[in-house]
Nanobody
Framework: VRLVESGGGLVQAGGSLRLSCATS????????MAWYRQTPGKQRELVAT??????ATIYGDSVKGRFTMTRDSRTVYLQMNNLKPEDTAVYYC?????????????WGQGTQVTVSS
């Protein structure tokens, strides 16, 4: 599975960005899809995750009400509104596919988001 993120950049506080994660497989074949973020010296933080069965999305407390995760058949999106300087990070897309012992996780290369105050 190949994942390619795009859409990162520099934005002022209060602004918006939409990240995209283009996938090499139909997104409805994945068990879960997720966005994580990471800043230097810190562990990756879960931003949002979408389950295919049942269809549900969960958001991290720090982004609830500001970020929205959606997808179509080939791309996973993260709409980020009212951005804050503390949202500055490298954002990664992750998908999980397979059953039981054959489950595999795949990560994209990351895209930098910088929010200036």
């Amino acid at each position: 599975v190949r994942l390619v993120e795009s859409g990162g950049g520099l934005v002022q506080a209060g602004g918006s960005l939409r990240l995209s994660c283009a996938t090499s497989m139909n997104t409805f074949t994945f068990n879960t899809m997720a966005w994580y973020r990471q800043t230097p010296g810190k562990q990756r933080e879960l931003v949002a995750t979408t389950f295919n069965n049942p269809d549900a999305t969960i958001y991290g407390d720090s982004v609830k009400g500001r970020f929205t995760m959606t997808r179509d058949s080939r791309t996973v999106y993260l709409q980020m509104n009212n951005l804050k300087p503390e949202d500055t990070a490298v954002y990664y897309c992750k998908v999980v596919i397979g059953i039981g012992a054959n489950q595999r996780a795949y990560w994209g290369q990351g895209t930098q988001v910088t929010v200036s105050s």
